[in-house]
């Protein structure tokens, strides 16, 4: 079993839909959760952080991280076309240096 | 642009043979990653260093090495190359390496190997 799991999808979404990316996770000593953005052949770029629980928001994005299932998401409001991408998961724990990262999922948003 | 930079973008090399790739981090970061990205396997962590010295080490195949420089830039080695090591190569930079640090990638450089 992975330690983080991620559906690599495609997912394809009509624009201006509320996009739910979900990553869940098996070691409960993970505290830093992350969500990372890659637009095809680039580098990823950090899009939301989250320490422990709870639900961060950032505009449109809105990390969710719940503890208790293991589970981290991400909601996308007001899907655009630009936001087709590949979304990563990456965690780690307080006395981690390196990330434990998701597959990724391809999320395809159509105008 | 996350301010970090790597060279060369795209390498072209034959099986066999050795190359070298270079990371610049962002100004006052001093922590550099290294990881492998194929098609068919996601983003692969390999090493990490801090401030010169090796930290974390991950699935880093023996014909590759990694070093961080005095003045902070960071390269990584990849010998006798097969057709598998194709793949993009990123590098991320952070302030301290701390579990409470981010990370900011690089464009990454593409290696194929033919």
């Known amino acids: 079993q992975k330690e983080v799991e991620q559906d690599p999808g495609p997912l394809s979404v009509p624009e201006g839909a509320i996009v739910s990316l979900n990553c869940t996770y098996s070691n409960s000593a993970f505290q830093y959760f992350m969500w990372y953005r890659q637009y095809s052949r680039k580098g990823p770029e950090l899009l939301m952080y989250?320490?422990s629980s709870g639900n961060k928001e950032d505009g449109r994005f809105t990390a969710q991280v719940d503890k208790s299932s293991k589970y981290i998401s991400l909601f996308i409001r007001d899907s655009q076309p630009s936001d087709s991408a590949t979304y990563l998961c990456?965690?780690?724990?307080?006395?981690?240096?390196?990330?434990?990262w998701g597959a990724g999922t391809k999320l395809i948003i159509k105008p | 642009d996350s301010g970090v930079t790597q060279t060369p973008k795209h390498l072209i090399t034959a099986t066999g043979q050795r190359v070298t790739l270079r990371c610049s981090p962002r100004s006052g970061d001093l922590s550099v990653y290294w990881y492998q990205q194929s098609l068919d396997q996601g983003l692969q962590f390999l090493i990490q260093y801090y401030n010169g010295e090796e930290r974390a080490k991950g699935n880093i195949l023996e014909r590759f090495s990694a070093q961080q420089f005095p003045d902070l830039h960071s390269e990584l080695n990849l010998s006798s190359l097969e057709l598998g090591d194709s793949a993009l190569y990123f590098c991320?930079?952070?302030?301290?390496?701390?579990?409470?640090?981010?990370?900011?990638f690089g464009p990454g450089t593409r290696l194929t190997v033919l």
């Open positions: 989250t320490y």
């Open positions: 991320a930079s952070s302030r301290a390496g701390s579990g409470a640090d981010t990370q900011y």
């Open positions: 990456a965690t780690r724990g307080d006395s981690n240096y390196q990330l434990i």
